[in-house]
């Protein structure tokens, strides 16, 4: 499936994990047709350059209400000050999540290095990790 981010969704990232600490982060979703057009920043997180360490209960509670929406979860975005690569951690809790909703076959985990203020995009399955094109916003 191809996937395009709304201008207003990027704006709401650029404007939340963009201006944090890195390793700052939060989920993302779509009403519908692939498109990216909720997010929800974890405000909760713990204070850590080190890994993205979410606020489970504060996510499940907006996944809970998604749902209830008809809006589906596509994967959880984080930063990083620099270096687009996914960590071994980063991948691993994609995995868990992935353990728990076995009704989902991959999320999207890309990262926003907030030094360039960019996104490298990244879909994860139970067995595989995949750079994938996201169409964004013009000029962004």
């Known amino acids: 499936m191809l996937y395009s981010l709304t201008e207003a ?36 997180k713990l204070e850590s350059t080190i890994e993205f360490a979410p606020n489970v209960d504060y996510m499940q509670r907006i996944l809970m209400r998604w749902s209830n929406q008809g809006i589906r979860f596509l994967g959880i975005i984080h930063s990083h000050i620099m270096g687009s690569a996914l960590s071994d951690r980063d991948i691993l809790m994609a995995r868990r999540i992935l353990e728990c909703n076995e009704h989902i076959d991959y999320i999207l985990m890309p990262v926003f290095t907030t030094i360039d203020q960019r996104i490298t995009w990244y879909k994860v399955g139970n067995n595989c990790v995949n750079a994938i094109e996201v169409e964004m916003p013009k000029g962004k």
Do not use: C, H, Q
């Open 9 to 44: 969704t990027m704006s709401e990232i650029k404007n939340t994990i963009g201006m944090k600490t890195v390793e700052s982060g939060g989920l993302l979703g779509s009403a519908g047709r692939g498109i990216i057009d909720k997010y929800v920043f974890d405000p909760g």
